[in-house]
């Protein structure tokens, strides 16, 4: 196998990891407290969060749950209504950095999240992440293919959460009354985040297939991560009374 080839096929396993673990942690678990993960499992999250995306989960919680408070009007970090959809589709990671930057943004949305020491001595510091994932890749693949592999990775992540802001508000269903969408092709894709407008529907539910034919993969892992005792899940979609997530999102 050639090093591009190499970099490309790895490259595209840890971007899919990168999203299953913002699906499964940054959304499900931290942001919507739809399912409860043990320490153990929290701490490979974490440690993947930090290693594959450099994100700090307390200000993505807090662009995200702004997001739902302010869905597809004035103060949504990223909408496409708002802000255009190509815009929004290619610079997501430039609307996010805006909002998540905004010291009051974090201190109004995230204040349940207080950096611990881990933290502050390391986590916080995510290009480091990045460059130890990288250094890994070297050691692992050698440097063309782990430089392949960063560039697939980093890309297919940034244009995954474009996708799901610009796409996921703009083409696909509506069956609950939110200006979200339901795509089942990026559901597949993407860790079940395609079905958006299910997702807006019912933020608290850590299922997003709600009906048929709907495929959430990342509903897949938390079954079995709840199997082997490593998670357990608050409500599914079978119990939650759709409501407008905006609405939902401000009264809470
Ligand atoms: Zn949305
Ligand atoms: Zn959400």
Redesign the pocket.
């Known amino acids: 196998m050639t090093p591009v080839i190499l970099g490309v096929v790895v490259g595209l396993i840890t971007c899919e990891v990168a999203l299953f673990t913002t699906s499964l942690y940054l ?2 678990a931290l ?2 407290r739809a399912v409860r993960i043990h320490p153990a499992a929290t701490f490979a999250c974490r440690i993947t969060t930090w290693m594959l995306t450099g994100i700090k989960p307390r200000q993505w919680v807090a662009v ?2 702004k ?2 408070a302010f869905t597809d009007e004035a103060g949504d970090p990223h909408s496409p209504v708002v802000n255009g959809f190509t815009k929004v589709l290619f610079g997501n990671a430039l609307y996010y950095r805006a909002a998540a930057r905004d010291p009051e943004v974090v201190a109004r949305y995230a204040q349940d999240l207080t950096p611990d020491r881990l933290d502050r001595w390391l986590l916080d510091r995510g290009l480091v992440g990045l460059g130890l994932a990288f250094a890994v890749g070297v050691v692992l693949l050698g440097w063309q293919a782990a430089l392949v592999a960063g560039a697939v990775s980093v890309s297919g992540y940034l244009l995954a959460g474009g996708a799901i802001n610009a796409v996921g508000h703009r083409f696909g269903s509506r069956p609950y009354p939110n200006t979200a969408t339901n795509s089942r092709v990026l559901g597949v894709l993407i860790a079940g985040e395609g079905l958006h407008n299910n ?2 529907g019912a ?1 608290t539910s850590a299922r997003f297939a709600h009906r048929r034919g709907e495929v959430d993969p990342c509903w897949w892992l938390i079954s079995l991560l709840t199997r082997s005792g490593l998670a357990k899940v608050r409500l599914n979609g079978v119990h939650v009374r759709p409501v407008r ?1 905006s609405t939902a999102a401000r009264a809470s």
């Open positions: 959304h499900r942001a919507h995200h749950r997001h739902h997702h807006h933020p997530s």
